[in-house]
């Protein structure tokens, strides 16, 4: 008998025909011998919907009511997947991620979790229940309660399969697993079997939208193996895992890709200590996410600075820069929106130079112009133009022989 | 500077312009110096949709599940009326029945409150902000979220005035206050000023759907005055309360009416002790609300046995009849679900007879036949034909002369 924690994405419980068929594979698991612990994500549009209220009533709407307004989102998925199990004849029961004992800081609309107290699950797992958690909510010590922000309730799956030292966590989704790219853009990309935390995390964190990082990174820390696979089929999935069982490939392994890419360029700075910082400060303060940063090897004490943001922040990002530009003196400050991003993940990379010149040289056979290069021990990644991210995608994949079975 | 608790019903939060107009009502009672708690339903048939919801995925929801999922309505209007109040600049947190402190027994969808423990209302009150509270719901000590059931929200509301010692309690609704009759029978029905909570326990009890009657009953109990006004205009409403200020009027005040009633007859009873036990205990054990109860004189000791329930219940309560007329030797029971009800409702009746006499006479210059007839202190009921509740209604407010200002 297994601890299994299992995690129910949005569109896998839009509906109550989707809650049902939900509730069968779970019931499934369960027949098997094994304890359920299942976290479930608000239904379809849910969210939208609350958002779309709070909206019509305010301009701004306050991160604690916020919170405890889209909360409620994830308990009605909770407790109707409760029902839907008990229908079948399964004794279950749902909980708030409060009464999960989810304990988070009060940072509102991104709480962190800080503990997870698991005496309520365990009890009712002891009892013989199917345990079904309210995903991405938390509460704090004072009681209020929180939500985990972007990837939350991945990151809820996690830190529970973590706190009750679960066999697997297993993130049902609407996709079948983890590709060698994305098949909307190259149609020839192959599901693996399974990927290793860092590569996942490269691929999460460039572009790979089937998990978010952070849910990948508390997988890593606690040495969680997370199954990523389709609540629609019965397909194997994609496993992550620790590298314990893998040696360096020296192989890419996939292709990411991002099309939400915008590129501002700080032109004539004077290269002098502290103007990073001058620059990427105020950036921070004001909550804007700078992704690569590039500095060109200055000429005549004369640099210039590139960095990329998301399209949504692009024009927050350029008011906080001008006022900067001026008092560190640069020439100018130019920005491109519509850029693109892509990306090789492989372990053992950084051993073997001729990954990085068969990516150059791919993409310049397609005529694709890089911009901007930036590099970590498992991956490369090339902006370039938007338009071209198709056409680049596909070279690579072609490139690095991801069609070929392994 | 005075301490009001106020609480707003789903129709007068029903979407989000409605929601602003209550946000700027509560706005103006705390301009005037007032400390505020509102207390919140769910927004218009948020509750039914939920419900909707629960039963596309089964038959029979579990209480516990169906009780968490419930409380979501009153957590999305609250939240949504804080932010209304932030946007026009005013203090404003919402709190959960739980976070609010109501401490309910695990009765799930009838919970009774056992006690409010009002530290977190009292805090935020101090740090000078209006607190909104989900209305009926509750916590138990094992943290378990319930509902309180009908009324459940006009509870909330009373119950926190007591526990906050509240100057009043202000319950808005859709209606301008408790008038003699229901407007839509008796178009020259008034509204009452004040009425005494004797008598709106048995307007409430019989028909009045102004005000749950355990709300009322709480407020007798913790000598709150309450009012009823209309969310929708400025018009004083009617207050509700102790009978300190009162004398006894001798005046019929109100005419009740219910369309929701049905009558079973169990013919030709053994009059011997322990036959009225031997058919309500088992009636109250299926949950099976009895309301009123007549039982003829025994001719021969041999009696008829008439009582009445809500319609919804005459099949349920029809099959728990069956097997006890047969045990207990009745000849026979017949049931009729098209009856209704009509009181009037005044303290000091019981001591003065003319009041039944003109009620009779009245329903008798119509041609209405008296069924049944049951009497209160402060009330006479007549069961008569569903068909013409509406024409006695007209007729007893006429005979009461309850057209003529006070």
């Given at each position: 008998?297994?601890?299994?924690?299992?995690?129910?994405?949005?569109?896998?419980?839009?509906?109550?025909?989707?809650?049902?068929?939900?509730?069968?594979?779970?019931?499934?698991?369960?027949?098997?011998?094994?304890?359920?612990?299942?976290?479930?994500s608000a239904m379809g549009d849910n969210t939208d919907k609350l958002l779309k209220l709070a909206y019509q009533v305010t301009k701004r709407p306050d991160d604690r009511e916020l919170d405890l307004l889209l909360s409620t989102g994830e308990v009605v998925s909770s407790t109707l997947l409760a029902m839907a199990l008990e229908e079948m004849g399964y004794e279950a029961?749902?909980?708030?991620?409060?009464?999960?004992?989810?304990?988070?800081?009060?940072?509102?609309?991104?709480?962190?979790?800080?503990?997870?107290?698991?005496?309520?699950?365990?009890?009712e797992l002891d009892k013989g229940n199917i345990v079904i958690v309210a995903g991405f909510q938390g509460i704090t010590e004072g009681m209020d309660i929180t939500t985990l922000g972007r990837g939350g309730s991945d990151t809820t799956a996690v830190a529970l399969a973590a706190s009750l030292a679960a066999e697997v966590c297993q993130i049902y989704t609407d996709v079948e697993g983890v590709y060698t790219a994305d098949p909307k853009l190259a149609p020839e990309a192959k599901k693996?079997?399974?990927?290793?935390?860092?590569?996942?995390?490269?691929?999460?964190?460039?572009?790979?939208?089937?998990?978010?990082?952070?849910?990948?990174?508390?997988?890593?820390?606690?040495h969680i193996s997370i199954?990523?696979?389709?609540?629609?089929?019965?397909?194997?999935?994609?496993?992550?895992?620790?590298?314990g069982?893998?040696?360096?490939?020296?192989?890419?392994?996939?292709?990411?890709?991002d099309l939400d890419v915008a590129k501002i360029t700080v032109v004539g700075v004077p290269d002098r200590p502290g103007i990073a910082a001058a620059i990427f400060v105020p950036l921070a303060k004001a909550n804007i996410n700078v992704d690569t940063i590039v500095q060109n090897a200055?000429?005549?004490?004369?640099?210039?600075?590139?960095?990329?943001?998301?399209?949504?922040?692009?024009?927050?990002?350029?008011?906080?820069?001008?006022?900067?530009?001026?008092?560190?003196?640069?020439?100018?400050?130019?920005?491109?929106?519509?850029?693109?991003?892509?990306?090789?993940?492989?372990?053992?990379?950084?051993?073997?130079?001729?990954?990085?010149?068969?990516?150059f040289s791919a993409l310049s056979e397609q005529g694709i112009n890089i911009q901007l290069i930036s590099t970590s021990e498992i991956r490369i990644t090339c902006i370039?133009?938007?338009?071209?991210?198709?056409?680049?995608?596909?070279?690579?994949?072609?490139?690095f022989e991801l069609e070929i079975e392994e």
């Amino acid at each position: 008998m297994a601890l299994i924690v299992q995690k129910y994405g949005g569109t896998s419980v839009a509906d109550a025909d989707k809650i049902k068929n939900v509730a069968r594979r779970i019931a499934a698991t369960k027949d098997k011998g094994n304890e359920v612990v299942v976290v479930v994500s608000a239904m379809g549009d849910n969210t939208d919907k609350l958002l779309k209220l709070a909206y019509q009533v305010t301009k701004r709407p306050d991160d604690r009511e916020l919170d405890l307004l889209l909360s409620t989102g994830e308990v009605v998925s909770s407790t109707l997947l409760a029902m839907a199990l008990e229908e079948m004849g399964y004794e279950a029961i749902s909980l708030t991620g409060g009464q999960a004992g989810i304990r988070t800081d009060a940072a509102y609309s991104q709480a962190r979790i800080q503990r997870i107290d698991p005496e309520r699950v365990v009890s009712e797992l002891d009892k013989g229940n199917i345990v079904i958690v309210a995903g991405f909510q938390g509460i704090t010590e004072g009681m209020d309660i929180t939500t985990l922000g972007r990837g939350g309730s991945d990151t809820t799956a996690v830190a529970l399969a973590a706190s009750l030292a679960a066999e697997v966590c297993q993130i049902y989704t609407d996709v079948e697993g983890v590709y060698t790219a994305d098949p909307k853009l190259a149609p020839e990309a192959k599901k693996l079997d399974e990927i290793s935390y860092e590569e996942m995390l490269e691929m999460a964190s460039y572009g790979a939208k089937v998990m978010h990082p952070r849910a990948v990174e508390l997988g890593e820390l606690f040495h969680i193996s997370i199954l990523v696979a389709s609540s629609f089929t019965d397909n194997p999935g994609t496993l992550i895992h620790g590298g314990g069982s893998m040696e360096v490939r020296n192989k890419v392994r996939g292709i990411a890709h991002d099309l939400d890419v915008a590129k501002i360029t700080v032109v004539g700075v004077p290269d002098r200590p502290g103007i990073a910082a001058a620059i990427f400060v105020p950036l921070a303060k004001a909550n804007i996410n700078v992704d690569t940063i590039v500095q060109n090897a200055s000429i005549n004490n004369i640099t210039d600075l590139t960095f990329t943001v998301a399209k949504s922040q692009l024009d927050k990002a350029m008011a906080v820069v001008g006022p900067i530009c001026q008092s560190i003196g640069a020439r100018e400050y130019v920005s491109d929106a519509k850029m693109g991003k892509v990306s090789i993940i492989g372990t053992g990379m950084q051993n073997n130079p001729g990954f990085a010149a068969r990516m150059f040289s791919a993409l310049s056979e397609q005529g694709i112009n890089i911009q901007l290069i930036s590099t970590s021990e498992i991956r490369i990644t090339c902006i370039i133009d938007e338009a071209r991210v198709k056409d680049a995608v596909q070279a690579l994949h072609r490139a690095f022989e991801l069609e070929i079975e392994e």
